[in-house]
C-alpha cells in the first residue's frame, strides 16, 4: 500500500466516525480519497449548491454558516462537514468557508452512502447533530441503573394498605399487623363512615383521608419502651403527615425519599388516597449499590469515631454505582443524600453531648449537597439560620459549639474544611433569620464581586435539620426578590461568564498544565461549575424554588423562557459532563488515587474528545445568549 494511503488510513483512523471502521474498509476509504487545498477566505460550500463528496478537515480551520450568513460552528482538524447535504438531496445545507489555509478530503457520495448502509455507528454519527450524538451517548452509557428511574413505585405495591382509625387501641393495632402480616399500618380519620372498630375493613379504610402512620418499630420505641398502657390510641404515638409518594413516582425517587430523610416506610398514594406502603425491603430488591445500608448504618453510629469508620463504605457505595452505570444524576443525589445523613447524625449526636437548643434553629446546607449534585471531592458549605429570639450574649456560645462539633465531625468523615470559610463555624453565617434576610436582600438589591460570591454559594440553599421553615422562609423570598432585580440578575449573568469552556477559537481544547507536565482540563471549573451557574441564573429570572440543577431546567422550561431545543442542549451537556466527572473520580478511587476534577482528552478515544467538544461549545453558546438576555444595567444619573 503506498505512503500517502497509509497515511490518509491513519489520520482518518483518529478521528470519529471513522475510529470504529475495520481496518479493510478503511483501507477502501483511503484508496477513493481525493484532496483539495484551499487558500484562507475561500468559499468550500455555497448554500444551495449541489454536493456529492463528504468533507473531512485534514489541516486547517473552516466556518460554517447558515443561510443567513451567521456563525454555526467552527471545525478543524478531523471534523467532517456536508453531511447534511448529501443525506438530504445533494444540495449544501450549510455553507462552508476556509478561515485558515486548509487541506479537505473528500469521500465520494456513493461511498459514504454505503458506510451508512453498513455501519450504525457511522450512520448514527452522520444523521445526527452534535448536540443529538450527546444524547446518544448518554443514553448507551446509562446501563441497568436506569431502571430506577423506570420503574414505577406501584409496581413495588403487593397488597392494598392496612389502615386502622385514630381511635384504635395500640394493642389492637399490635393485632391487625400481626393478622395481616405487615410492618406498618396507616392511620385514617374515620369521619362518620367507619365500620365497628373491633371489624377492621381495610378496603373501606382505604377510601378515608390518611392522618398519619405507624410502623413496628414505632411500637417498640414508642410504646413498649416507654411503657405506655396498651389502650393509648393509635393517635398519641403515629408518625402525623408522614412523607409520602405518588403510585406514578419512580422507584430511584423512593429511595432518595429514604436516603433523605431515614425512613423504612413510605405510604404511597394515588389521587390522595394511600394504596400501599413501600418498605425499605422492597426497594433493597430493586437497588443494588447499598447506599441505603450505608444511611441505615451511619444512624446507628453512636460517635464521630464510629461515622468516621465509614469512609471506605462511602468510596465503595460511589465507585460501586458508577460500576453499575448509574446516571449522574443518581449517583449524586445518592452522594448527597448520605452526606445529608452524615451531618443529621452529628447534629443529633452534638444535641445529645450539648443539650437542647435554647432557640430553634435550622442547618443549612449550600452548594452541591443543596442542588443533589455532590460527589466524593467536596467540601463543606453550610450555615445556622436561628430563630428571631436568638440573643447573641445568650446563646450563640451553644452554637459555636454545636457548629464546631458539626464541622470537625464532618471533616472526620471525608468532607474537607470550607477554605473559604462558608461554614456554621463563621459567626457571619450563624445568624437569626432577619438578618439572613437583610443579607440576601442587601445582595440581591446592591451586587458587588463579594456580594455575587456570596450569591452563587447560598442561593442553592435546603433546609437539613431542625426548623426547616427557617429555610424555606428564604427560599420564598429569594424567589420573590430575585426574579424583580434585573439589575442584579444582570450582574449574576456577568459573574457566570468568569468560568469559560476548554475551548480555543477553533474548537481546539485550551489546557492546563500540572506539576507532572500533563495536559489537563477542570472538568468542574471548566465544564460543570459555568454550566451550573448558568442555569442559576435562569431559575432566578423565573422566580423557581428548584435547586438541583436539572428540576430548574424543568422550571424554566414551564415559563418559555429559552428555547426548547436550547433546554435540550443544556441538560445532555450537564448530564454528560457530570457523567464524565463521575466515572473519572470512581477510576481514580480505583486505582488508589485521590478523587480529582482533573482529565487529560489524551486519554479519550476520538469519539469520547468530539463529545466533550460538544458538550463544551453547549457551554459557550449558552454564554453568549446570557449576555444578551441579561445585558449591563446602565448606571443611573444623579437627579
Not at 450549510?94 to 455501519?119: K, M, R, V
Request: glycine content about 6%; proline content about 5%.
Amino acid at each position: 500500500m503506498q505512503i500517502e494511503l497509509i497515511e490518509i488510513r491513519d489520520h482518518l483512523n483518529r478521528f470519529a466516525p471513522f475510529d470504529n471502521l475495520p481496518e479493510q474498509t478503511l483501507d477502501t476509504i483511503a484508496s477513493q480519497v481525493q484532496v483539495g487545498y484551499y487558500k484562507a477566505g475561500s468559499e468550500i460550500l455555497a448554500v444551495g449548491a449541489p454536493i456529492h463528496e463528504l468533507h473531512y478537515v485534514r489541516s486547517g480551520a473552516v466556518e460554517i454558516h447558515r443561510r443567513g450568513g451567521e456563525l454555526h460552528n467552527r471545525l478543524s482538524e478531523g471534523d467532517i462537514f456536508g453531511q447534511a447535504g448529501l443525506l438530504r438531496g445533494n444540495k449544501v445545507r450549510l455553507g462552508a468557508t476556509a478561515i485558515e489555509d486548509s487541506l479537505i478530503y473528500f469521500i465520494p457520495g456513493a461511498l459514504f452512502h454505503q458506510l451508512c448502509e453498513q455501519f450504525d455507528s457511522f450512520a448514527d454519527f452522520v444523521e445526527a447533530e452534535g448536540q443529538s450524538r450527546l444524547k446518544s451517548a448518554l443514553e448507551d452509557s446509562h446501563g441497568k441503573a436506569s431502571e430506577l428511574m423506570k420503574i414505577k413505585v406501584r409496581k413495588l405495591i403487593s397488597r392494598g394498605a392496612v389502615s386502622v382509625p385514630l381511635d384504635t387501641p395500640i394493642q389492637q393495632v399490635a393485632q391487625v399487623m400481626t393478622e395481616h402480616s405487615v410492618s406498618s399500618v396507616i392511620v385514617v380519620d374515620p369521619g362518620t363512615r367507619w365500620p365497628d372498630p373491633h371489624q377492621v375493613d381495610v378496603t373501606e379504610q382505604q377510601t378515608q383521608v390518611m392522618a398519619g402512620i405507624l410502623t413496628d418499630r414505632d411500637l417498640r420505641t414508642r410504646v413498649v419502651a416507654a411503657g405506655l398502657a396498651s389502650d393509648t390510641p393509635v393517635s398519641q404515638i403515629m408518625t402525623p403527615n408522614p412523607i409520602t409518594l405518588q403510585a406514578d413516582d419512580s422507584v430511584f425517587e423512593a429511595m432518595l425519599c429514604m436516603l433523605r430523610n431515614n425512613i423504612h416506610h413510605l405510604p404511597v398514594l394515588h389521587r390522595r388516597r394511600p394504596v400501599g406502603v413501600v418498605a425499605l425491603a422492597d426497594i433493597i430488591r430493586y437497588e443494588s449499590r447499598s447506599s441505603l445500608y450505608l444511611v441505615n448504618s451511619i444512624f446507628n453510629k453512636t460517635s464521630v469515631e464510629g461515622l468516621k469508620s465509614l469512609l471506605p463504605d462511602l468510596r465503595a457505595t460511589f465507585v460501586r454505582m458508577v460500576a453499575d452505570d448509574a446516571s449522574a444524576h443518581m449517583v449524586g443525589s445518592a452522594m448527597s443524600g448520605i452526606g445529608r445523613a452524615f451531618s443529621q447524625r452529628l447534629l443529633e449526636l452534638a444535641e445529645q453531648k450539648l443539650g437542647p437548643p435554647p432557640v430553634p434553629y435550622c442547618f443549612m446546607v449550600a452548594g452541591s449537597m443543596a442542588r443533589d449534585e455532590q460527589l466524593l471531592l467536596t467540601d463543606q458549605d453550610n450555615a445556622l439560620v436561628l430563630d428571631d429570639r436568638f440573643d447573641a450574649d445568650e446563646h450563640d456560645a451553644y452554637f459555636a459549639e454545636l457548629a464546631q462539633f458539626v464541622s470537625d465531625g464532618l471533616a472526620a468523615c471525608g468532607y474537607s474544611y470550607c477554605k473559604g470559610g462558608i461554614m456554621a463555624t463563621n459567626p457571619k453565617w450563624r445568624q437569626p433569620l432577619k438578618v439572613w434576610r437583610q443579607y440576601f436582600s442587601e445582595w440581591i438589591e446592591r451586587p458587588n464581586p463579594e456580594t455575587l460570591l456570596n450569591a452563587s454559594i447560598f442561593f442553592d440553599l435546603d433546609g437539613l435539620y431542625g426548623e426547616t421553615e427557617l429555610v424555606e422562609n428564604l427560599k420564598d423570598l429569594l424567589a420573590a426578590k430575585a426574579s424583580a432585580s434585573p439589575a442584579f440578575l444582570a450582574a449574576l449573568a456577568r459573574n457566570a461568564l468568569n468560568r469559560t469552556p476548554p475551548l480555543g477559537f477553533f474548537r481546539t481544547f485550551v489546557m492546563e498544565t500540572d506539576g507532572r507536565h500533563r495536559n489537563i482540563i477542570n472538568l468542574k471549573g471548566r465544564g460543570t461549575a459555568p454550566l451550573t451557574d448558568l442555569i442559576r441564573v435562569h431559575a432566578l429570572a423565573c422566580g423557581s424554588k428548584a435547586q438541583n440543577s436539572l428540576d430548574r431546567l424543568d422550571a424554566i422550561a414551564a415559563t418559555k423562557l429559552l428555547p426548547k431545543e436550547a433546554l435540550e442542549h443544556l441538560r445532555y451537556a450537564f448530564e454528560f459532563l457530570s457523567l464524565v466527572r463521575v466515572r473519572h473520580q470512581a477510576r481514580e478511587v480505583e486505582a488508589g488515587n485521590a478523587p480529582s476534577n482533573y482529565i487529560e482528552p489524551e486519554q479519550f478515544s476520538a469519539s469520547e474528545r468530539q463529545h466533550l467538544k460538544e458538550a463544551f461549545q453547549v457551554i459557550s453558546n449558552a454564554q453568549k445568549f446570557l449576555r444578551f438576555r441579561y445585558p449591563a444595567q446602565p448606571a443611573s444619573r444623579p437627579r
